[in-house]
């Protein structure tokens, strides 16, 4: 409640600064953004220059070779310039990958010069195994053992120009940004820490104002309480303020904030449902058009993850459903044969977020199976909001065969296809077993339930504890990366084959 009064009143500072001039919102717009415009300007800088590296070096390369051969060193022009093309993007992959564009870009000595000799030896492997693989004409063992050591060298002295750029601007620059805290000691020490860890062009925190404990924090001076504010930023030198009182604190931010705004210092505002000493999962700052949100998910998964995993599911759900085409008038036909009823059994399962849709199996079950499921619960094999029997007597022959080898399964392509499913989520349940669930229980739903995911491919038939599925359930979402899901389809397939866990 009271983060939720800190939030509302941080909305109420942030719609007044949205009611000001064209003018002023254009520059307050500029100021929330600084940091990651400070960072993409440097990231532009640092590809550039990794990029004019690999061309003059290649460059470099081939007149000191063509001096050493007395000018009978040569090489065709578009072996050159592809060579050089397809360099640069690789070097720009394996310099990403090393954290080299993004905001740790500064490095010590030691680890710049680890990290930069990997990647080139990245860069010039792969280049040495497309030349052995290609043979080019004109590409010695001579000309890449002089190109990777120019380019070593270039690189290695760009990431010392940058890093001992930032430092020393940092260090004594006087137009370098000088930011205030303000707030209680262990918010303000997380901010602290956040703002060492940010690197950008240069930031210098010039003291702090607390609220409640006192207590000193190395390197940051503590110029007074926090009701100090006004006369300090009128005394001092600041460029902005960042607000970090705790959601209880009994202050006028709104008051404070615009006291920053009438001298043209630039604040921020720690929301209050940031917690030093518990993450708040999936908190972030965004604009809805040009109303700011603080937004919570539900889960890790960004859009990008979500377009990707939709796409892999597309594919797989056109492959499943050729396959569904080919053997579906042999199980069809086995099921009819089997015993009298219809070839599908559908069922209302909760999809995502508590959508209802109907899932599609092929009948592996006597018609009255769903009438005979009551007097057959004192059975139950699982704990909590399940049902399972191993030896159901419900399950035909055929749909014994069926299950043993998931082709009672492949209908459910098509559920994929429309979108209520995945190929990789948790377990699809009935509205009756998520009546039953627990509050917490619930979030095994905010993802599209999937044909297959880590309860399938855990041994299924071993747990016997619904709270151990809700476990791997929640393991999965908390923990989905796109080549998670990747590795849980070839562990399926492995799974199917070897029949584990089927019954």
């Not at 760009?158 to 205030?180: D, G, H, I, K, Y």
């Not at 006028?252 to 940031?274: H, N, Q, W, Y």
């Not at 704990?383 to 030896?391: A, H, L, V």
Request: hydrophobic share 45%; proline share 4%.
């Amino acid at each position: 409640m009271k983060a939720s009064c800190w939030s509302t009143t941080w909305f109420h500072a942030s719609s007044r600064c949205c009611r000001t001039s064209c003018r002023g919102a254009a520059t307050e717009r500029g100021n929330r953004s600084m940091f990651k415009e400070q960072i993409l300007i440097i990231t532009n800088l640092l590809l550039l220059a990794d990029g004019l590296v690999i061309i003059t070096g290649a460059y470099a390369a081939w007149h000191i070779c063509w001096e050493m051969s007395g000018g009978d060193f040569g090489m065709s022009h578009w072996v050159f310039v592809t060579m050089v093309l397809s360099l640069m993007f690789l070097n720009s992959f394996v310099m990403g990958r090393f954290g080299f564009y993004s905001d740790r870009f500064a490095v010590g000595c030691l680890e710049g010069l680890r990290k930069v000799t990997l990647g080139v030896v990245v860069d010039f492997s792969v280049l040495t195994l497309g030349v052995f693989m290609l043979e080019p004409e004109g590409i010695s063992r001579l000309f890449i053992g002089i190109y990777g050591w120019i380019v070593f060298c270039g690189l290695l002295m760009v990431r010392m120009l940058a890093t001992n750029f930032v430092r020393q601007r940092v260090q004594r620059s006087p137009q370098v940004e000088r930011v205030l805290l303000v707030g209680s000691r262990d918010r303000v020490q997380a901010v602290k820490d956040a703002l060492s860890a940010q690197q950008g062009w240069g930031h210098r925190l010039g003291g702090w104002l607390s609220f409640g404990d006192e207590q000193e924090i190395e390197c940051v001076p503590h110029l007074g309480a926090h009701n100090c504010l006004r006369e300090v930023l009128l005394r001092d030198e600041f460029d902005e303020v960042i607000f970090a009182l705790p959601p209880d604190a009994p202050v006028k931010l709104r008051d404070k904030v615009e006291s920053c705004r009438m001298l043209g210092i630039t604040a921020r505002i720690v929301p209050g449902m940031f917690d030093p000493d518990e993450v708040v999962r999936g908190l972030t700052v965004e604009h809805v058009g040009n109303v700011p949100t603080l937004a919570v998910y539900g889960s890790r998964i960004s859009t990008s993850g979500l377009f990707y995993k939709r796409i892999l599911d597309i594919l797989g759900g056109v492959v499943g459903s050729a396959i569904l085409l080919v053997i579906l008038p042999f199980v069809a036909l086995a099921i009819r044969m089997d015993s009298p009823g219809p070839i599908f059994f559908r069922q209302t399962r909760v999809g995502r977020n508590n959508r209802h849709f109907s899932l599609y199996k092929f009948r592996t079950m006597y018609a009255d199976a769903e009438a005979r499921k009551q007097e057959l619960l004192c059975h139950n094999e699982m704990q909590g909001c399940m049902f399972k029997m191993k030896d159901d007597p419900r399950i035909t022959p055929v749909g014994r065969f069926l299950r043993k080898t998931s082709l009672d399964e492949f209908p459910q392509f098509l559920n994929v296809l429309c979108g209520d499913m995945s190929l990789v989520g948790t377990r699809p349940p009935t509205p009756d077993e998520v009546g039953l669930y627990e509050p917490w229980q619930r979030r095994r739903i905010s993802m599209k339930p999937g044909i297959t995911g880590l309860w399938q491919i855990s041994g299924r038939n071993r747990i016997k504890d619904f709270q151990d599925v809700v476990a791997l359930d929640l393991s999965y979402i908390d923990g989905w990366r796109f080549m998670h899901d990747i590795e849980i389809l070839l562990k399926t397939v492995r799974v199917v084959l070897a029949r584990d866990g089927a019954s």
